[in-house]
């Protein structure tokens, strides 16, 4: 029992650590501009995408996993730029129907330049099994999935917490005007944070394609859907509490569908999203924070 | 170094700013004084460039500074210490001030930075507590010395007295009048009328978006009409 255990949990955080990234694109976007940018999942299915050109056009994970960061980042800002920017200091409703559009938009653009039908992603990492104890094993996608999500996680804490820009992001999202004050260029921090949240977006996209081999223009629907709630259960606009969220939800999931309820996986997501906004609605890791003059 | 000529500032149909007209000129103290709802905080903050006037000009040392974004003005020596304090309340003491210094790329920030803490000895004790746990009194320290960090040319000041208990609101002004004579102009916005009149050499008094007097400070402070309305007497 206590194997089994350990052992879904190691393929809960797995998944967990996908959505986690995603998760930190909602999060950050909505720490800055108190936007729901649903387009992101769309973002994550480009990011797969790109993987896939790339893994058939013979790159390897690392460099697959760059140009999808690469092309993300610079979809984000596109995005900011053509479709949020004009908009800023419209009402939030407004922005908000305008980023389903966006998300619509790529969707069709997607079958429409792809087709509908899902393609296989190529092996560009061999699977192998590994025995950790007993039968307790984990496989070499789930190591590098881990791998990823940890050394983008570092990545990040350090370009939010000791670089001029990451000041630069986390005095915006406090207070835009007194960051205005500074001297901050609030426009160029807001398109970076897309940067950012975005490429963590393609990252996921890629390790995502390489778990579950098979890419199609919808398949960011349901990740995206699933990293807004794990972005919710730790509390959105919270860095750290995306990340936590993201593995619960992982967590959560796998231990439902292990416990043989299977088709209940997706539902878990949704349940845990009414609840925590019936219980807690700021989050795990949220404070009643007061709303801004 | 400062010349404002008849600006228009309005908020959506309100029209908050009625050709207003102002002048600061290298190395004054000037107090802007007016009841609440005057427009105070609406001139500073069309000065650091948060709000476009419809018309009129804002000269700052030789440049016409009105319509261009904010980071241009600060980088021109003009910084805005706003009325609240404002501090990045998620962040520590230390964060704070060097975003103060954020358009910087000079070697002397470091230095500076001990310089505001020999200012503010308080702010040093807590330079790595967050500053939303600072005292009222400590985050308005904390707010002027973040604007120091820029080393301005022209410091605004809006209502830094606010909220605080007699004997800071006495420290906080002599500090002003300190910062005023190591060589750094200061436009100051106060309620506390008396104690800005006292450390300042000119004054304006606006009322309803319009300036309605001008002068000397010492002669304004004994004017019977400013007795009246804004020093309880
Ligand atoms: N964001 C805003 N939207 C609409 N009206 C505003 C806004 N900010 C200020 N006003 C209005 O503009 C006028 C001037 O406001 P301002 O804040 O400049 O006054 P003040 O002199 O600084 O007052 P106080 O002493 O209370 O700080 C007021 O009538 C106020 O209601
Ligand atoms: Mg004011």
Known sequence: MFEYIVQQLINGISIGSI????????????????????????????????????????????????????????????????????????????????????????????????????????????????????DVTINSVQIIVLAVTVILMVLLQYVVH??????????????MEAARLMGINVDTTISFTFAIGSA???AAGVVFAVMYPSVDPLMGIIPGLKAFVAAVLGG????PGALVGGLVLGIVETGVSSAGFSLWRDGAAFAILILILIFKPSGLFGKNVREKV | MLAVDNINVFYGAIHALKGVSLD?????????????????STILKTLSGLLKPTSGSIQFLGDTIHGRPAQQIVKR??????????????MSVEENLELGAYLRKDKEVKSDLEKVYVKFPRLKERQKQ???????????????GRALMARPKLLLLDEPSMGLAPLLVKEIFSIIKEINESGT???????????ALSIAHRAYVIETGKIVLAGDAKELADSDEIKKAYLGG
């Not at chain 1, 960061?69 to 908000?96: D, F, N, Q, T």
């Not at chain 2, 600061?24 to 105070?40: F, P, Q």
């Open chain 2, 77 to 90: 020596g003009l910084c805005h210490c706003p009325e609240g304090r404002r501090v990045f309340a998620n």
């Open chain 2, 130 to 144: 967050l500053s939303g746990t600072l005292s009222g009194g400590e985050q308005q320290m904390l707010a002027m």
């Open chain 2, 185 to 195: 102009t200061v436009l100051l916005v106060e309620q506390n009328a008396n104690m």
């Open chain 1, 162 to 175: 000791k670089t001029k820009m990451g000041k630069a992001m986390r005095a915006v999202s406090y207070d």
């Open chain 1, 200 to 202: 963590l977006a393609g």
């Open chain 2, 24 to 40: 600061v000129k290298e190395g004054e103290i000037v107090t802007l004084i007016g009841a609440n709802g005057a427009g105070k």
């Open chain 1, 236 to 239: 959105i606009g919270i860095i």
């Open chain 1, 19 to 134: 959505y986690a990234l995603i998760a930190l694109g909602y999060t950050m976007v909505y720490g800055i501009i108190k936007l729901i940018n649903f387009a992101h999942g769309d973002v994550f299915m480009v990011g797969a995408f790109v993987g896939y050109f790339a893994a058939k056009a013979g790159l390897g994970l690392f460099w697959s996993l760059i140009l999808a960061m690469a092309v993300c980042a610079i979809l984000g800002v596109l995005i900011e730029r053509l479709a949020y920017r004009p908009l800023r200091g419209a009402a939030r409703i407004v922005i908000l129907i305008t980023a389903i559009g966006v998300s619509f938009l790529l969707e069709n653009l997607g079958i429409y330049a792809l087709g509908p039908q899902a393609k296989g992603f190529p092996e560009i990492v061999t699977k192998t099994q590994y025995t950790l104890f007993g």
